[in-house]
């Protein structure tokens, strides 16, 4: 886990434990960054959640900084890194155990670069990939006015994968 400075509740402290100082948090980070980059060294997966924080909106959050840096130290240390955008769409997200679909995007393969706009550029790259799995709605209003839109225009029968084609389709008219 990473140190945050602040935490989405709004309170000082970290997802490791209690609040620390700056100089104590970088090295944890530090720390962690060093233990990612070894799992990428290695050929291994990571899977982040670039928001930084658990939320149950109509759309993406702002996204952190953190993948892309991951990617980017990591090609910088052992090549081409492929980050796999990856969608969550929940069918009734205020429900506990709402079935969710997961859908995968292309695969993209982040090169090393060290000008001073490639954490920028690649974080948004891939929030455009991520928004491209997700309906992204302006607020829950919408979402709902979708989902009626999409049930009188679809067939009977119509796969989950469908329904949120569907509703994101919608979505962008």
């Not at 970088?26 to 990428?40: G, H, I, P, R, W």
């Not at 492929?82 to 679909?101: E, W, Y």
Request: with cysteine; aromatic share 6%; glycine share 8%.
């Amino acid at each position: 886990p990473l140190a945050r400075k602040v935490e989405a509740d709004g309170k000082i402290g970290d997802a490791v434990g209690p609040a620390r100082d700056a100089a104590e948090m970088a090295k944890l980070n530090d720390a962690a960054f060093e233990a990612m980059f070894a799992v990428l060294a290695e050929g291994g997966t990571i899977g982040i959640f670039p928001e930084g924080i658990s939320h149950d909106e109509s759309q993406l959050a702002k996204l952190k900084t953190g993948a892309a840096r991951l990617a980017l130290g990591g090609a910088k240390r052992s090549g081409p890194i492929a980050v796999v955008p990856c969608g969550l769409t929940f069918i009734h997200p205020k429900r506990f155990r709402s079935r969710v679909l997961v859908q995968y995007g292309t695969p993209m393969m982040i090169d090393a670069a060290d000008d001073p706009d490639a954490v920028k550029r690649v974080t948004d790259t891939i929030g455009a990939a991520l928004r491209r799995l997700t309906i992204n709605a302006p607020d829950w209003e919408t979402v709902r006015a979708l989902d009626t839109v999409r049930r009188l225009y679809q067939p009977h029968e119509i796969s989950i994968e469908d329904r949120v084609e569907l509703a994101r389709r919608f979505n962008t008219y």
